[in-house]
């Protein structure tokens, strides 16, 4: 890889050609080659870039009818595979998950039924139905929302947000509809390190088939 940080041409060139970085997390896991801080280095700079180019892993393309080999991100416009228009976004979430997903809103913390959730399961992302997060990765916080160490592979875009001052952070999204997620910190546990603290809003829980009818408390 021949990127380098602090350009937009080389920040566009990395993206392109589907470096070894975080920021689509094609390969995250807690796999061998797992290195989250490289995510800081290459994403920290803040991107203008609009277009990216995102390669469809196997995962991605689960339940996914798009059969071509790489899709078109537009960060700017928070516009991905999956796309609307700001009204037909309106008419299909919430008011609740529009301002979350669409106007990067946050949930009062603690209000989120997913909190308890425990059973084993997969979360979607309630814009566009795209496998985000096993159950196996969640952990109790004590944030008030949801938290998980690690993503399913290739599943989020992760952003700079520098909406707050002082306080630079990495925003996540679906990668899919890139909806607004939550963001992500480097205060996890193992095996990653990291705490993706995610809005409930945002997501819907799938319970595994077979897994029990109400969400034990165990
Ligand atoms: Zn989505």
């Given at each position: 890889m021949?990127?380098?940080?602090?350009t937009?041409s080389s920040m566009r060139?990395?993206?392109g050609q589907?470096g070894?970085?975080r920021?689509?997390?094609t390969?995250?896991?807690?796999?061998?080659d797992?290195?989250?801080?490289?995510?800081r280095?290459?994403?920290?700079?803040?991107?203008?870039?609009?277009l990216?180019?995102?390669?469809?892993?196997p995962?991605?393309a689960?339940?996914s009818?798009?059969?071509?080999?790489?899709?078109?991100?537009?960060?700017?416009h928070?516009?991905?595979?999956?796309?609307?228009?700001?009204?037909e976004?309106?008419q299909?979430?919430?008011?609740?998950?529009?301002?979350?997903?669409?106007?990067?809103?946050?949930?009062?913390?603690?209000?989120?039924?997913?909190?308890?959730e425990?059973?084993?399961?997969?979360?979607?992302?309630?814009g566009?139905?795209?496998?985000?997060?096993?159950m196996?990765?969640?952990?109790?916080?004590?944030?008030g929302?949801?938290?998980?160490?690690?993503?399913?592979?290739?599943?989020?875009t992760?952003?700079p947000?520098?909406s707050?001052?002082?306080?630079?952070?990495?925003e996540v999204r679906?990668?899919?509809?890139?909806?607004?997620?939550?963001?992500?910190?480097d205060?996890?546990?193992?095996?990653?390190?990291?705490?993706?603290c995610?809005?409930g809003?945002?997501?819907?829980f799938?319970?595994?088939?077979?897994?029990?009818?109400?969400?034990?408390?165990?």
């Amino acid at each position: 890889m021949n990127y380098s940080v602090g350009t937009r041409s080389s920040m566009r060139s990395f993206f392109g050609q589907r470096g070894p970085g975080r920021a689509v997390h094609t390969n995250a896991g807690p796999g061998p080659d797992y290195r989250p801080l490289t995510r800081r280095i290459l994403l920290g700079a803040g991107i203008t870039t609009t277009l990216v180019s995102v390669p469809m892993g196997p995962v991605a393309a689960e339940g996914s009818e798009a059969t071509s080999p790489s899709v078109v991100i537009d960060i700017e416009h928070r516009q991905g595979e999956v796309r609307f228009s700001d009204e037909e976004w309106r008419q299909r979430l919430s008011p609740e998950q529009y301002r979350v997903l669409r106007r990067e809103a946050t949930e009062r913390r603690w209000t989120s039924p997913l909190n308890d959730e425990k059973r084993p399961g997969v979360f979607k992302c309630a814009g566009c139905g795209s496998p985000l997060f096993n159950m196996s990765a969640k952990y109790e916080s004590g944030t008030g929302w949801p938290s998980f160490y690690a993503p399913l592979p290739g599943a989020v875009t992760e952003v700079p947000d520098n909406s707050l001052m002082f306080m630079p952070r990495t925003e996540v999204r679906c990668r899919r509809c890139q909806g607004h997620l939550g963001h992500v910190f480097d205060d996890g546990p193992a095996p990653t390190g990291l705490r993706y603290c995610m809005n409930g809003a945002a997501l819907q829980f799938n319970p595994s088939p077979g897994a029990a009818e109400t969400n034990g408390s165990a």
